[in-house]
């Protein structure tokens, strides 16, 4: 099975940074993704990660490591639309590697 | 463009009115799958397909049918919708089991029954 655990919500003043932390324990596993959702939009796709280290996108960085299972969303000089959830997502190995497993997701709200 | 469709997105419904929400894609993806999504418990999955005639139970399938005829459609059947169902459904795509490409959503569906 797998379970992945995030903060529920988090607060950040706009131009700053937050760090968006996600562990995992699961069966297998393929990958971690991260989402960005919209209240009542559909989530779209923000970073892949596989192998330990860390991945740079722009203003969005994502961190992973395998020995720990653990990972985090990076943002930077954080913008009003930025205020979203933030969805953790593992994919499995083997037979269940078409499967997103999704964590409850981190709400950040983005204050002037 | 490429994307996934559903239909309808908003959807008010009585108990026990069978309906179908569909979903098409336009990326000639193998794997489909449906989520529902509710309020403190993230998405989770009900039902996925890794290819035509190929379907298989997710997290939460209870209440729910598929079927996969041809690639691109995959259709949510509520055989006698409850009050439980209500919910935020979304569909998804997936090229291939592998890589970086992970998911793409359709809009969502948005369903009341009452």
């Known amino acids: 099975g797998q379970n992945i655990d995030q903060p529920t919500e988090m607060t950040a003043t706009e131009g700053a940074i937050v760090q968006i932390n996600c562990t995992y324990q699961?069966?297998?596993?393929?990958?971690l993704f991260w989402y960005q959702q919209h209240a009542g939009e559909a989530p779209t796709f923000l970073s892949y990660n596989v192998l330990d280290g860390l991945e740079e996108k722009g203003r969005f960085s994502s961190f992973l490591s395998r020995s720990k299972g653990y990972s985090y969303l990076l943002l930077k000089e954080l913008q009003m639309k930025d205020s979203a959830s933030y969805l953790c997502?593992?994919?499995?190995?083997?037979?269940?590697?078409?499967?997103?497993?999704f964590g409850k997701g981190t709400k950040l709200s983005v204050i002037p | 463009e490429a994307q996934v469709t559903q239909n309808p997105r908003y959807l008010i419904t009585v108990t026990g009115k069978k309906l179908t929400v569909t979903c098409s894609q336009n990326m000639n993806h193998e794997y489909m799958s449906w989520y529902r999504q509710d309020p403190g418990l993230g998405l989770r999955q009900i039902y996925y397909s890794m290819n035509v005639e190929v379907t298989d139970k997710g997290d939460v399938p209870e209440g729910y049918k598929v079927s996969r005829k041809e690639k691109r459609n995959f259709p949510l059947i509520l055989e006698s919708p409850s009050p439980n169902q209500t919910s935020l459904y979304f569909c998804a795509s997936s090229r291939d089991r592998g890589g970086d490409y992970g998911y793409t959503f359709g809009s969502g569906t948005r369903l009341t029954v009452v």
């Open positions: 997502a593992v994919r499995g190995d083997g037979a269940g590697s078409y499967q997103l497993t």
């Open positions: 699961t069966s297998g596993f393929n990958g």
